[in-house]
């Protein structure tokens, strides 16, 4: 075994180990909340969470985001807390978790946005009340995180990045997911019945493959909306993350790939997919495209469309809140 070989095993068997449940977690004394207040289409119930944690005699400060700050303004100070809350949408709370990552504090995704679905990967509950119970059990996974790298400039994610088709419909679903929430998406996913296709070049931890689609997805979680699986064998704690390339002529082509996943969710059997997806798993990924497409991470669009891009995971990174344990996490 090469050194190179010794030291990927290393991380991910770190990874692993320091992902299990706590056995003897510590409640949180201190919290600092920093909130978008921008996010989602009504009351968060951030203002009753808040309260909980006071009655419990928790520390809060409570901040808001603000149009010209950067998310590393909004956790400065946090090393004198003893966790951190970000509320808002999934590019709020993945840019936070980003920025926070090398204070080593829990944080708590709170699900204030339309989808949330990075709080949805993470099995949190919904409710004020029960996310503050969450908070004060301490209970907590560490999960990797990753960086994406456009044209020079490094976004940090956590759950998925995307060149093409999810990326349009996330771009098109920006209009009206304020007026129709979730249903935005199915909506920009009506208006992408003949998507653009490309010629990808991927480089894969150095191995070249090039393959034909309507779009490339980098993913750390692997769960939709309602914890639907988009593919199997997605782990946020392998030290990996796993390339998905949707392959089908037209968006009508991923409708097994779906019936598929809902079976799975469902637990009717084995996942069968389709032949609409074609996966791979890497730690340092680029992927280069024949011609121009929007790209997203965590929902956030990119402006223009681009041809480049590159990803990496960074293993064992963040620790989460979250009542389940790395078995649930995963497809």
């Given amino acids: 075994m090469n050194l190179n070989s010794f030291l990927r095993d290393f991380i991910n068997l770190y990874a692993v180990l320091t992902s299990m449940t706590s056995s003897s977690p510590t409640p949180p004394k201190s919290a600092l909340i920093i909130f978008n207040p921008k996010s989602g289409r009504g009351d968060s119930g951030i203002e009753a969470f808040t309260k909980h944690l006071q009655a419990a005699g928790v520390r809060v400060e409570l901040r808001e985001t603000a149009p010209d700050s950067t998310p590393d303004d909004d956790v400065k100070g946090l090393e004198a807390f003893d966790a951190l809350v970000g509320a808002g949408g999934d590019g709020t709370v993945s840019s936070l978790a980003y920025a926070a990552r090398s204070f080593g504090k829990p944080y708590l995704p709170y699900p204030a946005g339309t989808a949330n679905l ?3 990967n993470l099995g949190l509950p919904t409710d004020p009340q029960a996310l503050a119970e969450l908070f004060l059990s301490g ?10 790298e456009v044209s ?6 956590a759950m998925l990045a995307g060149l093409g088709l999810d990326a349009a419909m996330i771009r098109d679903s920006e209009q009206t997911k304020d007026r129709l ?9 009506l208006k992408q019945l003949h998507p653009q296709h490309a010629h990808f070049k991927l480089n894969l931890d150095g191995q070249e493959v090039e393959v034909e689609g309507m779009g490339v997805m980098i993913a750390n979680f692997g769960m939709a909306n309602y914890r639907v699986p988009i593919t199997g064998d997605v782990s946020p704690a392998d030290g990996k993350l796993t390339v998905i390339v949707l392959k089908g002529q037209s ?4 409708i097994p790939t779906l019936l598929g996943s809902i079976r799975a969710k469902l637990h009717l059997g084995d996942a069968d997919l389709g032949g609409s997806l074609e996966t791979f798993e890497a730690a340092n990924i680029s992927v280069q ?19 480049e891009l590159k990803a990496r995971v960074l293993p064992a990174a963040i620790r989460y809140f979250t009542p389940a344990d790395l078995k649930d996490l995963s497809t």
């Fill in 139 to 148: 209970q907590t996974v560490t999960l990797d995180l990753a960086e994406l």
């Fill in 152 to 157: 020079g400039k490094v976004h940090g994610f």
């Fill in 181 to 189: 929430g979730v249903a935005a998406y199915v909506a920009s996913a």
């Fill in 118 to 120: 990075i709080a949805q």
């Fill in 251 to 254: 968006i009508a082509s991923l």
């Fill in 289 to 307: 495209a024949s011609q121009a497409l929007p790209a997203q991470y965590d929902g956030e669009t990119l402006e223009g469309d681009i041809l």
